[in-house]
């Protein structure tokens, strides 16, 4: 069982897009629409922002999207906004995480 | 509102046992859904510890299934987590979630406890 692979880090100014990738193996990640996102601010609990690649939970902005092709599934966040640097996380099925992404917004 | 409460010692020494508690409100897990432990070492990622549904099945992560026991108590309306043989690596902020209404193995859901810092040193 191995984490999923995020990049460290990615970057944006206000108003731009980003995608954030995660990628796993064809037994978890590839097997199964059961992909979530995490959004973590420093000293907080994380929040769950996608779910089953791409549904989002009640009171989370649209802004926030989820995809998935093979064994990578993706993140994208459209019109950043300074209140979206945080760390994501993505996990899928069998509780694999990935290292987490840090959101820097320019 | 479901919210949840994690509580236990804060400090535990080294090859003793973890016990943590989360208090579950606003929902009783008698209802359903699968329920979890998430741990954070200070400065890392998350790493997923197992989770458990009313009827008492279980599902932990492989890595360290050996020394955890995931357990509930619908009468209390809480759900519990023994981590034996702790070592300095066991220490991390410990959180409890809500999991899938389904699936076992699926990723932690939408509520989750504000998280309980557990130290392991002598």
């Known amino acids: 069982q191995s984490a999923l692979t995020q990049p460290a880090s990615v970057s944006g100014s206000p108003g731009q897009s980003i995608t954030i990738s995660c990628t796993g193996a064809?037994?978890?990640?590839?097997?199964?629409?059961?992909v979530s996102w995490y959004q973590q601010h420093p000293g907080k609990a994380p929040k769950l922002m996608i779910y089953?690649?791409?549904k989002r939970p009640s009171g989370v902005s649209n802004r926030f999207s989820g995809s998935k092709s093979g064994n990578t599934a993706s993140l994208t966040i459209s019109g950043l906004q300074a209140e979206d640097e945080a760390d994501y996380y993505c996990?899928?099925?069998?509780?694999?995480f990935g290292g987490g992404t840090k959101l820097t917004v320019l | 509102q479901v919210q949840l409460q994690e509580s236990g010692p804060g400090l535990v020494k080294p090859s003793e046992t973890l016990s943590l508690t989360c208090a579950v409100s606003?929902?009783?897990?008698?209802?359903?859904?699968?329920w979890g432990w998430i741990r954070q070492p200070p400065g890392k990622g998350l790493e997923w510890i197992g989770s458990?549904?009313?009827?008492?099945?279980?599902y932990y992560n492989p890595s360290l299934k050996s020394r955890v026991t995931i357990s509930v108590d619908t009468s209390k309306n809480q759900f519990s987590l023994k981590l034996s043989s702790v070592t300095a690596a066991d220490t991390a902020v410990y959180y409890c979630?809500?999991?899938?209404?389904?699936?076992?193995?699926?990723?932690?859901?939408?509520?989750w406890g504000q998280g309980t810092l557990v130290t392991v040193s002598s």
């Open positions: 458990i549904y009313h009827s008492g099945s279980t």
């Open positions: 996990c899928s099925y069998a509780g694999v």
């Open positions: 089953e690649v791409s």
């Open positions: 606003g929902y009783s897990i008698s209802s359903g859904y699968y």
């Open positions: 064809s037994s978890d990640v590839g097997s199964y629409n059961l």
């Open positions: 979630a809500r999991g899938n209404p389904d699936i076992a193995a699926a990723p932690p859901g939408d509520y």
